[in-house]
């Protein structure tokens, strides 16, 4: 007897026969895209007659043809199972194409008008005695560096100790359950009023008026606290309970249980979560607004006098620009936007960097 198996085709009625075949029931592979060109050319081709199109209509209609049309071809050909799921496929990767579109002009359109600027004078001047065109934005780029550095430390460390507290010691208790509450809710406040608390604060201890990058820190490290707490706890409680056991076994006791079996595991998911946290606040404008205000100097002391920012700095261009000569500020607000963005992606960077550093590693 021969070991080879071989299939032999299906009998039918009628006496005809059925291949089996792993191709049987299923759409070339290339219909998907043929099918969305040739919808969206008749959703052009119909809306022009109806002198109604444009790249939204034409967008929206052929979507929907392409839609229709994959369903009831999938389901002659395939099965309403296959078309239901080709349906479901088709919706979701189109909210994710939708959803991708002003994230991709906001960068483009950065990109385009900030390259004006993006010069060595841009990075060496500041706006010192500049009127119109020159200038730069050095003093802002310090300023958001030590502000943003500060409410980091600030930050962190406060952070990093809730956390651990809620997880590893509050656990369930009464206590622990009031810090998650009034974390969330600190996490909705709007920023303009961690700004106003910040100037308040220090218009009490130093007078009314205070301006420095010290408040301007105090005001962001108010929004960044949460963000931390929130995702510190997640990742430590991603961390299984039988490494803790296995720790408390040998005899280690919990700080140190802490400090070497359950944060070394978490730790690329906590600086990920702090970096999260510098890039949710990088950008505010509102509180520096009214804590470390603008200047056009360079100022590296954050214990005094009004301290430059990129965001106050793009807001202060772009808002005040006279009208004799609006493209120069523009640009320089343009420049410092993208600015900004290259900052935001350096720390991921540098993040993700740190996280796969220090990661545990498999085998370990």
Known sequence: MSSTMTTSPSPLKGGATKMNSLTAGQLPKYT????????VAVAAGLLALLQSANVASVVI?????????M??????????????????????????????????SVIWGTIVNGLDRFDGTFFSW?????????GGAIHAIWGTLIVTGIATLISVPIGLMTAIYLVEYAQNGKLGAGIRFFVDVMTGIPSIVAGLFAYTMFSMIFGAGHKSGLSGAVALSILMIPTVVRSTE??????????????????VPKWRTILKVVLPTSIAGIITGVVLAIARVIGETAPLLVTASITSSMNLDPSNHPMATLPVFVYNQYMYAPGIDTAAYHARAW??????????????????????????KAGR
Do not use: H, Q
Request: glycine share 10%; hydrophobic share 60%.
């Open 32 to 39: 998907g895209l043929s099918t969305l060109v040739v919808s």
């Open 61 to 69: 209609v052929g979507a929907l043809l392409f839609l229709a049309a």
């Open 71 to 104: 369903f009831v071809l999938s389901a002659a050909v395939e099965g309403p199972r296959k078309a239901k799921d080709r349906l479901a496929k088709y919706i979701v990767t189109g909210f994710f194409l939708v959803a991708l579109v002003p994230l991709i």
């Open 126 to 134: 500041s706006m010192r005695n500049v009127l119109g065109e020159g």
């Open 234 to 251: 997640e990742m430590l409680r991603i961390v299984p309970n039988e490494l803790r056991e296995a720790s408390y076994a040998l005899g």
């Open 335 to 360: 420049a410092g936007a993208l600015t900004l963005i290259l900052i935001v992606m350096g720390l991921n960077a540098i993040g993700r960097f740190i996280a796969w550093k220090f990661a545990p």
